[in-house]
């Protein structure tokens, strides 16, 4: 099993549509949970982080399941600028572990 | 600087020659990592630096790779003999220490476009 899974996607999906990507992780004690965006032939920047609470950031809510070991990133009311690959990534924090990064989900949003 | 300074952007070399990248972390960061990206592909974990700790290198891909960073701060990525399956884009990414949560996650650079010819 990978340490961090993702769907590779493509979903093609039009806009305003609501659009939901889950992760899966496979180290229980992961500590710190992001999602980052990556545009095509540009590097990945953080999108949000995700906390135990989960967290919303306008038409983004990010979700964390620690019981099930996933993170789930929802956009609504999706616009053509969505159109990227969302990559899910996970930190252990401690012990020495280094932070993993997900093969990410392509996203194409539509007119 | 306010970012993380990768250099060269780009970089075409024959095949068989060397090459080293540098990569300039965020002032105060003192966890660094290297990866690559091969076009449509996903980030390859190559090497991570941490402090002072000796530096978790699983996932070069050969010994013709090895990295180095100076003073807790440059990292200088070197390749030797580079072969044509080493184009790739190479980026750099730092962050404040590893052990502590910390919302800002990762910050990378815009990458070395590497191309073996």
């Known amino acids: 099993r990978k340490e961090v899974e993702q769907d590779p996607g493509p979903f093609n999906v039009p806009e305003g549509a609501t659009v939901a990507f889950n992760c899966t992780y496979s180290?229980?004690?992961?500590?710190?949970f992001f999602w980052y965006r990556q545009d095509c032939r540009k590097e990945p920047k953080l999108l949000m982080s995700?906390?135990?609470s989960g967290n919303e950031d306008g038409r983004f809510t990010a979700q964390l399941n620690r019981a099930s070991q996933y993170i789930s990133l929802l956009i609504r009311d999706s616009k053509l600028s969505d159109s990227a690959t969302y990559l899910c990534?996970?930190?252990?924090?401690?012990?020495?572990?280094?932070?993993?990064f997900g093969a990410g989900t392509r996203l194409f949003v539509k007119a | 600087g306010a970012g993380v300074s990768q250099s060269p952007s780009n970089k075409v070399t024959e095949k068989g020659k060397d090459v080293e990248l540098r990569c300039d972390p965020i002032?105060?960061?003192?966890?660094l990592y290297w990866y690559r990206q091969s076009l449509g592909q996903g980030l390859e974990f190559l090497i991570y630096?941490?402090?002072?700790?000796?530096?978790?290198k699983s996932g070069l891909p050969s010994d013709r790779f090895s990295a180095e960073r100076t003073g807790g701060s440059v990292s200088t990525l070197t390749i030797q003999r580079t072969q044509q399956e080493d184009s790739a884009v190479y980026l750099c990414?730092?962050?404040?220490?590893?052990?502590?949560?910390?919302?800002?996650?990762?910050?990378f650079g815009s990458g070395t476009r590497l191309t073996v010819v």
């Open positions: 990414a730092s962050s404040r220490s590893q052990g502590i949560r910390h919302p800002e996650g990762y910050t």
């Open positions: 180290n229980s004690a992961s500590q710190s």
């Open positions: 995700v906390y135990s």
């Open positions: 990534v996970v930190n252990p924090g401690t012990g020495g572990f280094k932070t993993i």
């Open positions: 002032s105060g960061h003192t966890a």
């Open positions: 630096f941490q402090g002072n700790s000796a530096p978790d």
